[in-house]
């Protein structure tokens, strides 16, 4: 199955451009022309990446995303933009999107954002709809996380990780596997980004953080998910 592409975006030359761009890259793409109904759209799960544009009639880019992650949708999101400043684009990673693109831009560069991010984002299970441990339940299909039936705001790459660790459940998994599957990034690159979205996973999902019952460390080894 075609990825599938929700582009929520005002500018009709542009969404027919890029409609047409990304159709005959093999994308299954859909539109629409305001944040309420780009909201409602994404909110349905049932798209493995949005396009969303910051100024938007009737709700911005920026609450778009906030909503979506504030109702524990996951899906990737690339915030594509004409605003250009430092500050626009913190805000738009602290709502929860995933990559940030600046108007005028590079098909090129957007095509390569795209793929790098459907590609660092869990497949789609189609033989397993959810996965629960504990109190906690993952909708594949939809992207959502819920404990005790309310939804957890993850951020795509909290979920993306959780996704991985339960698709290896019971192996123990180097931080340099996780950096290099996860995030894309080089194995030879120092960062402590995975062992701070365990803490922000272990915060959201386990009963007591500091003594967690699935996402455990392995002190000199990595990580590992047990359940």
């Known amino acids: 199955m075609n990825p599938r592409i929700l582009l929520v975006e005002d500018e009709a030359g542009l969404v027919l451009t890029l409609t047409d761009r990304l159709q005959n890259e093999g994308y299954a793409v859909e539109s629409c022309g305001d944040g309420d109904t780009g909201l409602e759209l994404a909110g349905n799960g049932n798209y493995d990446l949005v396009i969303l544009d910051v100024m938007l009639p009737r709700r ?66 189609a033989q397993t709809a959810a996965y629960s441990f504990g109190d906690v339940t993952i909708d594949f299909k939809k992207c959502v996380v819920t404990r005790e039936g309310q939804p957890v705001p993850l951020s795509a790459r909290e979920y993306q990780l959780l996704c991985y660790l339960i698709d290896h ?59």
């Open 60 to 125: 911005s880019g920026f609450d778009v995303c906030r909503k979506l992650r504030q109702q524990g949708i996951s899906i990737p999101i690339l915030i594509l933009t004409a605003r250009g400043d430092v500050v626009d684009k913190v805000v738009g990673l602290q709502t929860g999107a995933d990559d940030y693109l600046t108007k005028p831009f590079d098909m090129m560069e957007l095509l390569a954002r795209i793929e790098a991010l459907l590609r660092r984002a869990p497949l789609r299970r």
């Open 169 to 227: 459940r019971g192996e123990t998994i180097p931080r340099e596997q996780l950096l290099s599957d996860v995030w894309g990034y080089q194995s030879s690159v120092s960062t402590r980004t995975v062992d701070v979205h365990m803490v922000w996973l272990r915060q959201k999902l386990e009963e007591n953080p500091r003594l967690p019952q699935y996402l455990l460390t392995v002190r000199g080894l990595g990580y590992r998910f047990a359940a």
